[in-house]
């Protein structure tokens, strides 16, 4: 393998010392402009690349910004980075992406290999609690934002949406359009607390509306995904015709596009025998064929605000921590609108 050129390389092709080259590369009002050219010259002789990861280590500093999610394969998360992406970038921040996989063991090592890089600090989208998390990395001084979870602590930034909120409005409208019996799809046997928040809010809907406990039905599901829902719907069709629900509630759209290509596929009409609202309003919900319900979530604006709140705490001493929650949104389309 061909060596890369090092610094040293650099100035011995300029016929420089090496305290000039790193001159020319971060204070170049230092040096002469005909040395300088000669250095910029090597440089570009020699494609030399700074060794940036070195060069923070020695000045303790990073410009490397860490972001833990559940699954960077839904959506909602990919819209979510985009917004932390455009203040990064403009902070000429880097920003790398760990995707737990809904796992806490998997979280846990992206957690100690980020402090250990010694990250500016970390956007943490929590599979479970995150009082250790947080603590950890406060001892070592890396600052962590909450994002999509509402955090506990006014200690501690975090920025969420109202999901108590989100999963009343879904069913209320269920109801509230003649439906007697909701199924809610997305409750895990490893409770998540955004889908705990919004089983909370079903429930309000239901007793608000002066409905049974009962008529609420809990659609069990092995994944927050598309393979989730068409689980659910096979355990939806299970249910004996006169008790099966006639709407349900999903706790992401990624669960509503597989209980809808599943209750499709078996000759069920949407909305007709079985309505479908989803959560978060990801692109595809209004371009399926039979655009998809959905209470939408700010996602852009979630990322953005936890990317300013966290370079704030890791660059202003006078920082203030916040805890913003966004309200979400119902948007009814063809799926739940008779």
Do not use: W
């Not at 590369?25 to 060794?51: C, H, M, S």
């Not at 890791?314 to 203030?320: F, I, K, L, S």
């Amino acid at each position: 393998m061909t060596r890369q050129p090092d610094i040293r390389d650099v100035a011995d092709h300029a016929g420089v010392s090496v305290g000039t080259v790193s001159n020319v590369l971060n204070r170049p009002d230092l040096v002469a402009a005909g040395t300088r050219q000669r250095v910029e010259d090597a440089v570009n002789a020699l494609r030399y690349v700074r060794n940036e990861s070195a060069r923070q280590l020695r000045r303790g500093q990073s410009r490397t910004i860490g972001l833990i999610v559940p699954d960077i394969g839904n959506p909602f998360f990919t819209d979510v980075a985009r917004g932390i992406e455009d203040v990064t970038s403009a902070a000429d921040a880097l920003l790398i992406v760990c995707d737990s996989d809904n796992g806490a063991d998997k979280e846990e090592r992206y957690l100690t290999m980020l402090a250990e890089q010694q990250v500016l600090g970390v956007l943490h989208v929590p599979v479970g609690s995150p009082a250790g998390a947080i603590t950890r990395l406060r001892e070592r001084g890396i600052p962590l934002v909450l994002l999509d979870y509402k955090g506990a602590s006014r200690k501690q930034c975090s920025v969420s949406v109202n999901d108590v909120a989100g999963g009343e409005m879904a069913v209320r409208h269920l109801l509230d359009i003649g439906h007697k019996r909701v199924g809610f799809v997305g409750a895990e046997s490893k409770p998540v607390p955004q889908v705990v928040d919004r089983l909370a809010g079903a429930r309000k809907a239901m007793a608000d509306r002066k409905r049974p406990a009962s008529a609420l039905v809990i659609l069990p599901t092995p994944s927050l995904n598309i393979a989730g829902g068409i689980a659910a719907a096979r355990s939806l069709l299970d249910i004996a015709p006169l008790r099966r629900p006639t709407a349900v509630s999903c706790v992401n759209d990624l669960l509503a596009i597989g209980m809808m290509q599943e209750l499709l596929s078996r000759g069920m009409r949407i909305p007709g025998d079985v309505a479908v609202v989803g959560y978060d309003d990801i692109g595809f919900a209004e371009a399926l064929a039979v655009p998809l319900s959905s209470v939408r979530q700010p996602r852009h604006q979630l990322g953005r605000r936890a990317a300013e709140l966290l370079i704030d705490e890791a660059t202003n001493e006078d920082h203030r921590h916040e805890r913003v929650v966004f309200e979400p949104e119902l948007i009814v389309r063809e799926s739940s609108n008779r």
